[in-house]
Nanobody, 118 residues
């Protein structure tokens, strides 16, 4: 099994920045994808960003140009740098991991709250 531990959430003013971290422990895979999702109150979970083992990145249109995802394969850690934050970015952010040959996301973190005030 894999455990994901997230950190870096909090309260920030609109236009500010936060950096979220997610450290994976336990069983690791030679080829995997790590990603971030978020869920705002009353809304469905949505994809934010993902990064492959070879560091190909993908972003939701709503965050493209403002968020940057990165990873440290030695530390099994994924980050998302969030700049120019907007109130609509307020959500619980979840880290997730899947094998590169899997359709579904296999493991999820506990979630960390990000609140952006106007």
């Amino acid at each position: 099994q894999v455990q994901l531990v997230e950190s870096g959430g909090g309260l920030v003013q609109a236009g500010g920045s936060l950096r979220l971290s997610c450290a994976a422990s336990g069983r690791t895979f030679s080829n995997y994808v790590m990603g971030w999702f978020r869920q705002a109150p009353g809304k469905a979970r949505e994809f934010v960003a993902s990064i492959t083992w070879k560091s190909s990145t993908y972003y939701a249109d709503s965050v493209k140009g403002r968020f940057t995802i990165s990873r440290d394969n030695v530390k099994n850690t994924v980050y998302v740098q969030m700049n120019s934050l907007k109130p609509e970015d307020t959500a619980v952010y979840y880290c997730a991991v899947r094998r590169s040959d899997s359709i579904n996301w296999d493991y999820w973190g506990q979630g960390t709250q990000v609140t952006v005030s106007s």
